[in-house]
């Protein structure tokens, strides 16, 4: 636990979902409904701080999230990243991507290509709802095998 860290010190977004060693949060990124981050829970700065154990069970998490992203959202493309440059703690980025969102086909850290669209958006919004429960669903099976 780092005082300084801010994914330590807060959930770093709506908790979906609770593991004793990671978590799952739906980011609060209104251009970019969707967007979710796989957090583990010590801080931790890379992924070879983690035994191979944990890294797979991180792993298995993260590709859990797209699988409920990719069927609730219905996406073009789904980016997976994990950076960590502005805040050093093992965290993963899983965020549906749409060929008219505001970044398309540049990364969501990139400069903007174009508005948001409201109209767009909207319909996108609608599904959270259903990807909080996909999500939950898709990790159980992650659980069991914790």
Known sequence: MSA???LCAGDGGELLW????LRVVLVDEPDYPGFCRVIWNSHV???TD????????LTDAV????????????????NVAT????????HWHVIP????DRHFPSPVWAAPQRAADPAALQPRRTRLEQLR??????????????
């Open 133 to 146: 429960q996909s999500v939950r669903l898709q990790l159980q099976a992650v659980a069991t095998l914790a």
């Open 63 to 78: 590709w859990a999230v797209e699988t409920a992203l990719r069927e609730t959202m219905r996406p073009e493309k789904i």
């Open 97 to 100: 991507r749409y060929p008219d």
């Open 4 to 6: 300084t860290c801010e």
């Open 18 to 21: 609770q593991h004793p060693s």
């Open 83 to 90: 950076l960590g440059n502005m805040t050093p703690h093992v």
């Open 45 to 47: 700065k890379e992924m």
């Open 50 to 57: 983690l035994s191979p154990s944990e890294r797979t069970l």
